[in-house]
């Protein structure tokens, strides 16, 4: 397993190394590293969860690999059992599952994201597989320690130009005549772009003011930045310098 480590906190923000990459960052991570799955859809009876959990934790450990992937759809303590299961068989990096779908369903990502955090050793990182660059500052403010680049290359298919505040379908705001080549590679520039600063405000002890410029992009954002403050206080002040 790759060991991580954490350099400073901002907030509960998280400035680590993986390895010799600094994180908040983009997970260079092949489909070979990732444990195989049961996938299950998000919103599911919790029959199937529960099963696709106790399917993905078997597979785990019987071929482990790199990073466990936590399933449990929009129940909480599958989750959770999810997370503690995968952490029992030795793994310490984990992809968090249905990532566009709890994106959608702010009370959701806000209670799975803390409780993973609060359940699982520090020393562990999670990865969110899907987050459009509005939403990473947030996520990174909770916890999340990495990211696939694979969002640049899906919008790239849909003709959707990113940056750090907006998603540009240039069929309608025709902004740039890109090829879907030169679009991805913007769109992966934009993802760097964005970490690269989450990093940098961490350093700076300023990510919280990130967060919430980046708050107002979206009604999903304003949501879960206002669902965060008023339950996980406590989570958030842990980590919080007092002046």
């Given at each position: 397993?790759?060991?991580?480590?954490?350099?400073?906190?901002?907030?509960?923000?998280?400035?680590?190394?993986?390895?010799?990459?600094?994180?908040?960052?983009?997970?260079?991570?092949?489909?070979?590293?990732?444990?195989?799955?049961?996938?299950?859809?998000?919103?599911?009876?919790?029959?199937?969860?529960?099963?696709?959990?106790?399917?993905?934790?078997?597979?785990?450990?019987?071929?482990?690999?790199?990073?466990?992937?936590?399933?449990?759809?929009?129940?909480?303590?599958?989750?959770?059992?999810?997370?503690?299961?995968?952490e029992k068989i030795g793994y310490?990096?984990?992809?968090?599952?249905?990532?566009?779908?709890?994106?959608?369903?702010?009370?959701?990502?806000?209670?799975?994201?803390?409780?993973?955090?609060?359940?699982?050793?520090?020393?562990?990182?999670?990865?969110?597989?899907?987050?459009?660059?509005?939403?990473?500052?947030?996520?990174?403010?909770?916890?999340?320690?990495?990211?696939?680049?694979?969002?640049?290359?899906?919008?790239?298919?849909?003709?959707?130009?990113?940056?750090?505040?907006?998603?540009?379908?240039?069929?309608?705001?025709?902004?740039?005549?890109?090829?879907?080549?030169?679009?991805?590679?913007?769109?992966?520039?934009?993802?760097?772009?964005?970490?690269?600063?989450?990093?940098?405000?961490?350093?700076?002890?300023?990510?919280?003011?990130?967060?919430?410029?980046?708050?107002?992009?979206?009604?999903?954002?304003?949501?879960?930045?206002?669902?965060?403050?008023?339950?996980?206080?406590?989570?958030?002040?842990?980590?919080?310098?007092?002046?």
């Amino acid at each position: 397993m790759k060991k991580f480590e954490i350099k400073i906190h901002n907030g509960p923000g998280r400035l680590g190394k993986l390895e010799d990459i600094e994180t908040p960052n983009i997970a260079l991570i092949t489909s070979s590293e990732i444990a195989k799955d049961e996938p299950a859809p998000y919103d599911i009876q919790k029959e199937i969860a529960t099963w696709s959990v106790r399917s993905t934790i078997k597979k785990a450990k019987d071929d482990v690999r790199e990073i466990g992937v936590i399933q449990g759809g929009k129940y909480l303590d599958l989750r959770v059992e999810s997370a503690k299961e995968l952490e029992k068989i030795g793994y310490n990096g984990f992809l968090i599952a249905n990532g566009d779908d709890l994106l959608l369903h702010p009370k959701d990502l806000v209670d799975i994201v803390i409780n993973l955090r609060q359940n699982i050793s520090p020393n562990n990182y999670l990865i969110f597989p899907f987050a459009e660059p509005s939403f990473i500052p947030l996520l990174c403010y909770m916890g999340i320690d990495g990211f696939l680049n694979k969002s640049a290359e899906y919008y790239a298919h849909l003709n959707v130009l990113m940056t750090a505040t907006k998603n540009y379908d240039l069929n309608e705001y025709k902004i740039y005549d890109l090829s879907y080549k030169e679009l991805k590679i913007s769109n992966e520039n934009t993802l760097d772009f964005v970490l690269r600063e989450v990093r940098e405000h961490m350093k700076n002890g300023t990510l919280r003011n990130l967060v919430e410029e980046r708050s107002l992009t979206s009604p999903q954002n304003v949501s879960t930045l206002k669902l965060l403050d008023k339950k996980y206080q406590d989570y958030l002040q842990k980590y919080t310098e007092l002046y």
